[in-house]
């Protein structure tokens, strides 16, 4: 598994269906990138400047949205996000 650094996080895409309602099939060359999914992993927070940490907003389990082209895309075992805190737009809360 993934161990962020500072204010970085690991999100696991949001399995999402491969075919539309009229059951249509989805290539991968024509699908977007999914801009949800859920944090399995959280840094300890950005250093500031007085050497402090400033605590993360996010914690693991919470369902995210991203920005389109955040990020960095990481593949192990699944397809994983690791990007930084700021470029989390939501929390989706339940």
């Known amino acids: 598994m993934l161990k962020p650094l500072n204010d970085r996080v690991v999100v696991e895409y949001a399995l999402h269906e ?10 991968d ?16 927070g950005k250093r500031l400047e007085s050497g402090t940490r400033q605590p993360m907003s996010v914690k693991v389990g919470d369902v995210v ?13 699944k397809k994983y996000m690791v990007m930084r805190e700021d470029d989390i737009m939501a929390v989706i809360q339940s």
């Open 65 to 77: 949205l991203f920005g389109k082209y955040a990020g960095t895309e990481v593949e192990l075992d």
């Open 18 to 27: 491969e075919r539309t309602k009229g059951g249509i099939v989805i290539p």
């Open 29 to 44: 060359t024509v699908k977007e990138k999914p801009a949800k999914g859920t944090i399995v992993a959280v840094g300890p």
